[in-house]
């Protein structure tokens, strides 16, 4: 009965920012690390941030300094806010809550990122 549901996405011109959702059901939000990832054609899926139950966060190189990620327990929604999109960006983003004790991990639909040089 988990559901992640992600929305935000679109087309971007480079420089243009977005703000990608996730709002979650199935879960005791507050208590899950929650994470964003992303998968461009031909490549692995990748972190590109996560926040955990407390409120803190962490970002790749790749991405830190753009990327924001934050929460809001209240609506168990979390967030994405990207700033200086570049086509290397361009990807599906996916939302993933991430697992507690023995239980697995959750991911969303995924939606589409594309910037435009």
């Known amino acids: 009965q988990v559901q992640l549901v992600e929305s935000g996405g679109g087309l971007v011109q480079a420089g243009g920012s977005l703000r990608l959702s996730c709002a979650a059901s199935?879960?005791?939000?507050?208590?899950?690390?929650m994470a964003w990832y992303r998968q461009a054609p031909g490549k692995q899926r990748e972190l590109v941030a996560v926040i955990a139950s407390t409120g803190s966060t962490n970002y790749p190189d790749s991405v830190k300094g753009r990327f924001t990620i934050s929460r809001d327990n209240a609506k168990n929604t979390v967030y994405l806010q990207i700033h200086s999109l570049k086509p290397e960006d361009t990807a599906v983003y996916y939302c993933?809550?991430?697992?507690?004790?023995?239980?697995?991990?959750?991911w969303g639909q995924g939606t589409q990122v594309t910037v435009s040089s």
């Open positions: 199935g879960i005791i939000f507050s208590r899950n690390a």
């Open positions: 993933y809550a991430v697992g507690r004790g023995t239980t697995i991990g959750s």
